[in-house]
């Protein structure tokens, strides 16, 4: 390995020359430099492959010349030269970039040669590192981009390369030769494009053909993988191992995962919650079951007075959130939950009862026939109801028929007699009045407000 040493004490530079076995470890000295600026001119009129240097000197201290090299000639290993009492740079030194480092003392007390055989076999191990890097390099990994909340166009962004991009199922994209070869350069180009809020990068490194493109299947075991692995709060790219044969999710798990989560215990019971948290993320039902299910508790229990205020905006996207988003929420909806002064099984009675409310808007419920259905007798559910909601039996009933009918205001083209009855309202002419009295707005100027 032709290498330069570059130190600014003339005595120093032909010490080391002259009395290490440089041979013996496969390094072969061509030059030598006594400082910074020399060396530089050395290197431009030489091919140069080790760089050992002194940290400090006149003129272009090491520190400097390490910059220049590392910009100018990346490929050149690079080992300081210390003292004892200086060997605090070397740590510097390293996070520079230096691979290794060779104190000066050794040299008179004959002591060069395990030094020597450490940086040689660090350099071979860098070497191959680095042609494995090369052959890596030779084609991009596959990747697939998924949808997120908001979609941009994917032919303006500005890719590295000419990339090959090929429509998928459900919207999803197959995007070949765009030039980016490892995961955290990928990261840094998402982010500084701000491409998260729009497209989910999944790397899929081994994609033959015809199972890439083949089914409904496949693209959907990539968007499965998305909700539950996929953090918004702290995007990166994710590599995607498909599994070929994939075991059937068979019932078992799923019905425990559902009691467990019904039975509404785990608010209380925090091993309970972790156990229920872990089936989930081993088994990972299906992302619409789950959304559907932590959705619609999340969506129902928001209603109790004082519960999260983030919670209670956000409602109407709650389909649209991943398993760690959920996870926050329902976390952040637990422990607001245990803060009541009643015994647990009457807290999850009226919680209960609240979900059951939230199913059946538009059926006509009465106070005696929810606490019949909630196993309390009337007179201790309507005692326990306003102190754990904050509202009567009759308040709850009429905010959450408002909030129904504000959802199908904003989402849906239904008529105002259809959005009353599907709210819980039989007659339109009450629906409007009510609404009006809680939103300050007739349902078509809600409508007309909120859909702009």
């Known amino acids: ?22 041979k013996e470890y496969g390094f072969d000295i061509v030059g030598e430099a006594e400082n910074g600026q020399k060396a530089l001119e050395q290197l431009a009129a030489q091919p ?8 400090t000197m006149p003129k272009m201290s090491g520190f400097e010349l390490m910059k220049e090299v590392q910009q100018q000639y990346p490929h050149i290993w690079i080992v300081v030269l210390t003292c004892h009492q200086d060997f605090g740079y ?8 230096a691979i290794d480092y060779l104190v000066k003392t050794q040299i008179e007390e004959g002591k060069m040669e395990e030094a020597l055989a450490r940086i040689e076999k660090r350099i071979s191990d860098g070497t191959r590192h680095r042609q494995q890097a090369v052959v890596h390099k030779s084609s991009c990994p596959e990747l697939i981009v998924v949808p997120a909340r908001a979609h941009a166009k994917l032919d303006m962004v500005p890719w590295p390369a000419s990339p090959t991009i090929m429509p998928i199922e459900q919207g999803c994209f197959r995007i070949a030769d765009y030039g980016i070869y490892d995961v955290k350069p990928l990261h840094k180009f998402w982010e500084e494009e701000q491409l998260y809020e729009s497209w989910i990068p999944v790397v899929y490194e081994t994609a033959p053909e015809k199972e890439f493109m083949s089914t409904k299947d496949w693209v959907a075991q990539v968007k499965e993988s998305v909700f539950y692995r996929f953090r918004r709060d702290l995007p990166s790219p994710l590599r995607f191992i498909p599994a070929v044969s994939r075991p059937a999710k068979g019932m078992e798990p799923l019905e425990k995962i559902d009691r467990m989560f019904h039975s509404m215990h785990w608010i209380f019971d925090m091993g309970l919650y972790q156990t229920w948290i872990q089936l989930v993320e081993e088994a990972e039902p299906n992302s619409s079951y789950m959304s559907d299910v932590v959705g619609k508790f999340l969506k129902a229990l928001s209603v109790i007075q004082g519960s999260p205020t983030e919670l209670v905006e956000n409602r109407s996207m709650l389909k649209q959130w991943d398993w760690h988003e959920l996870l926050q929420s329902l976390t952040e909806l637990r422990l607001f939950l245990q803060q009541r002064n009643f015994p647990e099984e009457t807290a999850i009675g009226i919680y209960k009862a609240i979900l059951l409310i939230h199913d059946e808007l538009s059926e006509n419920l009465n106070q005696e026939n929810v606490a019949q259905r909630v196993a309390l007798s009337r007179s201790y559910f309507g005692q326990c109801f306003r102190p754990i909601v904050g509202m009567s039996f009759h308040e709850l009933l009429t905010e959450m028929r408002i909030r129904k009918a504000e959802e199908l205001l904003v989402t849906s083209n239904e008529y105002i007699y259809s959005v009353a009855e599907q709210s819980g309202f039989q007659d339109e002419k009450y629906f409007s009045k009510v609404f009006k009295q809680h939103r300050n707005l007739l349902p078509k100027e809600y409508r007309e407000k909120y859909r702009k």
Do not use: Q, S, Y
């Open 1 to 22: 390995m032709k290498t330069l040493i570059v130190d600014d004490e003339h005595f120093v530079r032909k010490g080391l020359i002259l009395t290490v076995p440089w």
């Open 90 to 97: 070397v740590v510097d030194a390293m996070h520079a970039g």
């Open 48 to 55: 140069i492959e080790v760089l050992i240097t002194d940290l």
